[in-house]
């Protein structure tokens, strides 16, 4: 069955520490995506990155990066010095495919980051 | 360009009543999906909708039903509602149905 474990429930840095996410799946699918989401207090899911699962180069955008690894089966999320701003829900989620030829996400429980200032 | 949005806000029903979520997805965007998100979990799918037609259900039993309009919005219906069902409903809408799901603010039901 599709599964994405994210094993970190809350992490605490302080402001301008670095931080990894980590994101672990499980898919029978042979192509697939991979995202990550933020959920700050207003509840709204962020889109933050889309990964397909034939393309495993890493990817930095601004502060964020990404690293993708399939032998490992895993899609962790960095961030670089970090904000407060920064403090949210983080959530990986997982496509899985449909009979009906579309895609359902199945998400990990979220990772609660907290940037002490 | 808006986003997607829902309403109401916030809602509170008690147990046995029924409830309508709304959901407007972001102009252009043809494929709405809902899903379910508990206190500390995350979100759980419900239902995919494409050109009207449901494409998608995820585990949740027949008191959950929607539809999608011809101009693309959604409507999210639970009948006799149980305490277990207090969460944040989340609508989220894409391009086509396998592009990426971009989220509303959610709706957070509250059943007592």
């Known amino acids: 069955a599709q599964k994405v474990t994210q094993a970190q429930t809350e992490i605490s840095v302080v402001e301008k520490e670095d931080v990894t996410l980590d994101c672990v799946y499980e898919t029978r699918d042979t192509t697939y995506y991979l995202f990550w989401y933020k959920q700050p207090p207003s509840g709204e899911l962020v889109f933050l990155i889309r990964?397909?699962?034939?393309?495993?180069q890493n990817e930095i955008s601004g502060r964020y990066s990404w690293n993708f690894q399939k032998s490992t089966s895993s899609f962790n999320f960095t961030i670089t010095a970090s904000q407060v701003v920064d403090s949210a829900v983080y959530f990986c989620a997982l496509s899985e495919a449909l009979i009906s030829g579309t895609y359902k996400y199945i998400f990990g429980t979220g990772t609660r980051l907290k940037v002490l200032a | 360009d808006a986003g997607v949005t829902q309403s109401p806000t916030h809602l509170i029903k008690t147990r046995g009543q029924h409830v309508t979520l709304r959901c407007s997805p972001i102009s252009g965007h043809k494929s709405v999906s809902w899903y379910q998100q508990v206190l500390g979990q995350g979100p759980q799918f419900i239902f995919q909708y494409y050109e009207k037609e449901e494409r998608g259900r995820g585990n949740f039993p027949d008191r959950f039903s929607a539809r999608q309009f011809p101009n693309y919005s959604s409507e999210l219906n639970v009948n006799a509602l149980l305490l277990g069902d207090s969460a944040l409903y989340l609508c989220?809408?894409?391009?086509?149905?396998?592009?990426?799901?971009?989220f509303g603010p959610g709706t957070r039901l509250t059943v007592l």
């Open positions: 990964r397909n699962s034939f393309d495993e």
């Open positions: 989220a809408s894409s391009l086509e149905v396998r592009d990426t799901q971009y």
